[in-house]
């Protein structure tokens, strides 16, 4: 038997668990296995289940004797801001450390009816609020590729974990870039969706008008696969679209003959790698040789996009984050009376990037700052959006680098909240704009880690960016290579 | 009554008003009162991470009922927003509510005024909101009851229209009366669907600028309504007499002392940083939403005093009792249907409906008989056929039996004796024993004519026709 049996993607395995040629038992073992081996050096889980996912994957099993759904048998990892019922969710905050949620988020509910097996919950910034998972309360997760590096984030964990072949896909949430960046960091495929098009029901608040669930995958195809399983509308979330939802895998054709491709000129920016504008250019030339027609736009706004984002997503989170207060679930500190409560469980439970975060929401909102900071930021965000619905008059997708460097080293930018959010630089305007985009590797830099390509695209234009990264992925001069660490 | 005449008050209400909904306003929760406590609870209505209100459609539709009836202007697009504030009884530490934006705006309510025309108490606006929980003080430890947290809320807001305590207390029957008209709210005061919070400013008569208000909150009966007003005017009144000038300050009615209590500035002086609700898209009415309302809206007590006073002639008392309830006018005019006449049927209900209706713990509707059985009795009183005294036991049994008109009165032998025969022939016996009577009588005694009246009923066990009765003697004793 194939003892490397979590090396597959879901397409690969999705085919092979038809035929028969395993059973999902083997296959949920295997990764377990895998996550016994790599987790002490890796931390990218928070919570392994390992006898649940055994008991899914019977059942998956039984299923995949007469006609399985989609899923069905794949070992699929969660990210620990999502909820599963019965199984432990932390956010990787202290103040949800032992928190069991009574229910499932829509998108964990939709996976375990597509047969899907949940083998844990992955690290994260705390409450998705930081770009290299350092900001967790359980221990940061560490780069496959090098273990001195961090792997981005907030979604650090989920990418550190498809990079490292612990489990075949995870489900992200990306407010500023936190499913893209790690992708990048991390050579996996990410994909963001258009706001709307995936639940967010049970998906812990961070910023609500900017947060959005998305896979993290080993190829294009396999995030296409997850899409379809994800999208779609849900009762729960008012804010979620009813469009119907198309056959992402069936668009992969390769085919973009006279495809606009813009290049904004104002992403290329000072304080970028070398290397990642040689690797990103070099992707736009294959582009161009398939057929494409690459030309330069202009989005003149993005470079207000990360204060914006900064006074939005703090302000929504400010709100988002009062509910940890002790009373009903999560962390509740001794004391004595009633602020003396809120104080010290706040204090005890939220580590201080959460805390800058909903003091600065908290300031952004306060009579007398509203309209200078949060009523501003508003409108900052609309002349952004304007800036991309102009853009799209002209081409079809935009091109541009994930992030400006390749992996940095822990503790890097530990000290200096302002340079750790530049790492978003090329992602958080995407979200203001409720836009999808998809990272995936192009290339390695010179200590072998990953260099990661966004495709945005216009609203529910996820057909059209996979389609471009199918593309680039199989035009790709040299195939994805293995973390070296692990 | 406690201002001098050289000082005016200046009173607007804020009544927070529980709609009357099968669900809760975000969730799929019972809103019902009366549970063990955190029994109609969800993870939504208990702010667990992660989840998100949906609306209920129900309130929209309700809330427009109320704009439309109070004039206001229903907004095509309104906007949530995030009350923010940290109580325990407050799930999400935030309350969605409405602000900048709300669905109804300005409007009045028509108030009878102390000369009985109808005054106009303008409104600032109406928008929906969730309620909260509530907190459950016991010596060893405070508990929270989620049973209430989502139940739908309306605030309405007025101007500073009012006066007096007493017109405030008008104003808060009359939205009452029109929300349990509208079948939009129980209006149940005890049980905390209908509760005031009262901003009172005093200024010298004649004065246009307003003077420092004070927030009076939680007042939960009229009762305390109006005391606690005459309380706060009687107070800033004397402090401006005194020549000293009123700190803006906010009360908390303490209903079981039945004394306001200046709340620490710590306590209500809150930044509520509102901003618009992510989480919920702009509410939008359906197109044609509005307009069905509109035309399915039913009529409120102001509509209903003036066409009783215009089709029926009664007087303002007979219009008030009549109009308080709306099923109670709804029986009157249910009666006229059936054939009786307004004035006995306005009589009837005052007295005989409302008496059966106060003494039973059922809603009216079930406490007495279908209209239609009372106006048949009213009919054989018409026709004289049984006695008002006889109408009046055959109802009380009516109530208590449920049996119909026709055999209740049968089965008290209520029927009353019109034959003129019979009864001369009681008046006959009754004449001739009581001959020195007849003979004072016929001496110019008229007075005893009564008493010749009360024998034969006596004879008759009450059942002759009194009228017939009446003709009879008069000629029998005709000189
Ligand atoms: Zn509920």
Redesign the pocket.
């Known amino acids: 038997m194939n003892n490397e049996l979590f090396r597959l993607t879901i397409s690969q395995a999705q085919a092979a668990l038809r035929r028969r040629e395993f059973s999902a038992v083997e296959l949920t073992r295997a990764c377990l296995e895998r996550i016994s081996a790599v987790e002490p050096k890796l931390n990218a889980f928070l919570t392994v289940a390992e006898s649940e996912a055994l008991i899914q994957a019977a059942a998956a099993d039984r299923r995949l004797a007469n006609g399985a759904p989609a899923l069905c048998g794949i070992p699929i990892g969660i990210k620990d801001i999502f909820a599963t019922r019965g199984m432990r969710t932390t956010c990787a905050s202290r103040i949800l450390e032992n928190f069991v949620p009574p229910f499932d988020a829509t998108v964990v509910a939709r996976l375990r009816e597509a047969g899907a097996v949940f083998p844990g919950k992955l690290n994260m910034d705390e409450f998705a609020m930081g770009s290299s998972t350092e900001n967790s309360a359980f221990g940061p997760t560490r780069n496959p590729y090098d273990l001195a590096r961090v792997p981005g984030g907030s979604s650090g964990g989920s990418a550190a974990a498809v990079a490292a072949d612990e489990c075949l896909a995870a489900l992200g949430t990306d407010t500023g870039g936190s499913i893209r960046q790690p992708a990048a960091l991390c050579g996996v495929v990410g994909i963001k969706p258009t706001y709307s098009r995936v639940s967010r029901y049970g998906v812990v608040a961070f910023a609500s008008s900017l947060d959005q669930v998305g896979p993290l995958t080993k190829t294009v195809r396999d995030s296409a696969i997850m899409m379809r399983a994800l999208a779609g509308v849900d009762p729960r979330d008012s804010t979620c679209s009813a469009r119907p939802v198309p056959d992402y895998e069936a668009a992969l054709n390769g085919e973009i003959k006279n495809l606009r491709i813009g290049v904004p000129k104002e992403f290329f920016v000072e304080g970028m790698q070398p290397v990642v504008d040689s690797a990103v250019r070099a992707a736009l030339k294959r582009l161009e040789a398939d057929g494409a027609a690459v030309g330069e736009i202009s989005l003149p706004h993005s470079q207000y996009a990360v204060a914006t984002y900064y006074l939005i997503a703090t302000a929504e989170a400010s709100a988002n984050l009062a509910r940890y207060d002790g009373v009903r679930y999560g962390l509740r500190a001794e004391a004595d009376d009633l602020s003396e409560l809120y104080g010290r469980t706040r204090a005890q439970g939220f580590g201080p990037e959460v805390k800058r975060r909903i003091m600065l929401g908290t300031f952004a909102l306060s009579s007398g700052y509203y309209d200078a900071y949060y009523l501003k930021a508003q409108r900052v965000r609309t002349l952004i959006r304007r800036d991309f619905e102009a853009a799209f008059g002209a081409c079809d997708v935009i091109v541009t680098p994930t992030s400006p460097t390749t992996a940095f080293r822990l503790g890097e930018k530990t000290q200096d909240p302002l340079q750790m959010y530049l790492s978003d630089i090329f992602t958080i305007s995407v979200n203001l704009a409720g836009l999808p985009a998809l990272s995936m590797p192009c290339g390695y830099d010179g200590n072998g880690l990953p260099i990661g390509l966004q495709i945005i695209g216009p609203a529910f234009g996820e057909g059209v960016i996979l389609r471009v990264a199918d593309a680039l992925e199989r035009s790709a001069p040299v195939p994805r290579r293995r973390p070296a660490a692990v | 009554m406690a201002a001098s005449s050289a000082y005016e008050a200046v009173i607007g209400l804020e009544v927070h008003t529980q709609l009357l909904t099968r669900s809760?306003i975000f969730?799929?929760?019972a809103n019902a009162f009366g549970a063990p406590p955190n029994h109609?609870?969800?993870p939504?209505?208990?702010g667990m991470p992660g989840v998100l209100p949906v609306f209920n459609r129900r309130v929209l539709e309700l809330t427009i009922r109320v704009g439309l009836t109070a004039h206001s202007q229903i907004a095509e697009r309104s906007v949530f927003a995030r009350k923010n504030y940290f109580y325990p009884d407050l799930p999400k530490g935030y309350q969605i509510s409405q602000y900048e934006r709300p669905l109804c705006v300005g409007g009045y309510i028509e108030v009878p005024g102390a000369d009985g025309a109808p005054r106009k108490i303008r409104l600032t606006r109406i928008h929906i909101e969730e309620d909260a929980g509530k907190n459950i003080h016991r010596p060893e430890a405070s508990l929270v009851d989620f049973n209430r947290s989502?139940a739908p809320l309306l605030e309405i807001v007025s101007e500073p229209d009012l006066h007096s305590a007493e017109e405030a207390a008008a104003y808060l029957r009359e939205l009452r009366a029109m929300l349990r008209y509208l079948e939009v709210s129980d209006g149940n005061m005890e049980e905390g669907s209908f509760r005031c919070d009262a901003n009172v400013s005093v200024r010298p008569r004649g004065a246009s600028e307003l003077g420092a208000k004070t927030e009076i909150k939680n007042l939960n009966s009229f009762k305390f309504v109006e005391k606690a007003i005459n309380h706060e005017i009687a107070r800033q009144t004397a402090v401006l007499q005194a020549g000293g000038k009123v700190e803006q300050q906010t009360h908390l009615w303490d209903a079981e002392r039945e004394e306001t209590r200046p709340m620490r500035s710590k306590e209500y002086a809150h930044d509520y940083r509102y901003f618009p609700e992510p989480d919920l898209p702009e509410l939008q009415a359906p197109p044609g939403l509005v307009e069905a309302i509109r035309a399915q809206t039913p009529e409120v007590p102001s509509a209903r005093r003036a066409r009783y006073a215009r089709d029926f002639g009664l007087s303002a008392y007979a219009i008030e009792v009549l109009t308080q309830e709306r099923e109670v006018g709804d029986y009157f005019e249910a009666l006229i249907k059936a054939g009786v006449h307004h004035k006995a049927a306005a009589n009837w209900t005052m007295s005989e409906v409302l008496r059966a209706a106060n003494a039973s713990d059922q809603p009216l509707i079930r406490a007495i008989p279908a209209a239609a059985q009372t106006a048949t009795l009213l009919k054989l009183v018409e026709q004289n056929r049984i006695s008002l005294n006889g109408a009046k036991t055959a109802f009380a049994a009516m109530c208590k039996s449920g049996q119909d008109a026709a055999a209740t009165v049968s089965a008290l032998g209520l029927a009353q004796v019109s034959d003129e025969a019979a009864i001369a022939e009681a008046c006959d016996l009754v004449l001739s024993t009581e001959t020195d009577k007849v003979a004072e009588y016929r001496a110019g005694h008229e007075k005893l004519f009564g008493f010749f009246v009360g024998r034969v009923m006596k004879t008759t066990q009450g059942k002759a026709n009194p009228k017939v009765v009446n003709e009879v003697l008069k000629r029998k004793l005709a000189p």
Do not use: D, N, S
Request: hydrophobic share 25%.
């Open positions: 809760k969730c799929g929760c109609h609870v969800c939504v209505c208990m989502g």
